[in-house]
């Protein structure tokens, strides 16, 4: 099976520039997560879809992150403009479902580095 | 606040010995807690889940205790192999959203 995809792997970026990053859920998984991991903590969401639709972004930085899942299977999240404490392992992980016991499957994560 | 607080932050041991790893959370109301293992430059991978009713579960080497009670858990790791070199990861599920630790790094040398 295979598992859940993310690209790119690295990015290096200026501040005020923009950035996306791509991720491809485990096929049949309902749920997709978007996750960031500053160096040395452990991951906070960022966004939580379920289909394509938003179920909790509450913890988005929404003037300058934004995120979508048009037709409910890969997703995109977009950085404008990137600040330097944006410098984060940004993770994606997919689940069947939202289910409190549900298994969450995470990506490699694309590690960004602004400069 | 919910917290989940992790301990050591980091460790080394050798090869073929044991060690444990502690989690203590504030986390409440709460539904499962997991230990995830993440090797560098990789995603974190489950390695056990237990409810509140659960005390032990086991994943091969892997053996997780939770006292609901105290509000702790550990991972306790047996025999430990050169592979198991990772941060360790407790994850506390209350109603809304995960709430992930910092983590324990383990390095294992030969």
């Known amino acids: 099976e295979a598992g859940v995809a993310q690209s790119p792997r690295y990015k290096i970026i200026e501040k005020r520039q923009s950035v996306a990053f791509w991720c491809n859920p485990i096929?049949?998984?309902?749920?997709l997560y978007w996750y960031q991991q500053i160096l040395g903590q452990g991951p906070k969401l960022l966004i939580q879809?379920?289909?394509?639709?938003?179920?909790?972004d509450s913890q988005l930085p929404k003037d300058r992150f934004s995120a979508e899942r048009l037709k409910g299977v890969d997703s995109t999240l977009k950085i404008q403009p990137a600040k330097l404490e944006d410098s984060a392992v940004y993770l994606c992980?997919?689940?069947?479902?939202?289910?409190?016991?549900?298994?969450?499957?995470f990506g490699s994560g694309t590690q960004l580095s602004v400069l | 606040k919910n917290q989940v607080e992790q301990s050591p932050q980091s460790l080394i041991i050798l090869e073929g010995k044991n060690c444990t790893l502690q989690?203590?959370?504030?986390?409440?109301?709460?539904?499962?807690l997991r230990w995830y293992k993440q090797d560098t430059g990789r995603g974190p991978v489950s390695l056990t889940i237990m409810t509140f009713s659960e005390n032990t579960k086991s994943n091969g080497r892997y053996t997780a205790t939770l006292d609901a009670d105290t509000k702790q858990s550990s991972l306790h790791i047996t025999a430990s192999q050169l592979s198991d070199s990772a941060s360790y990861i407790c994850?506390?599920?209350?109603?809304?959203?995960?709430?992930f630790g910092a983590g324990t790094r383990l390095a294992v040398h030969p």
């Open positions: 879809f379920q289909n394509n639709g938003v179920v909790d």
């Open positions: 989690c203590n959370y504030t986390v409440s109301p709460f539904s499962n």
């Open positions: 096929s049949g998984h309902a749920t």
């Open positions: 992980a997919s689940s069947k479902g939202a289910n409190v016991n549900e298994k969450l499957f």
């Open positions: 994850v506390v599920r209350p109603p809304r959203w995960l709430i």
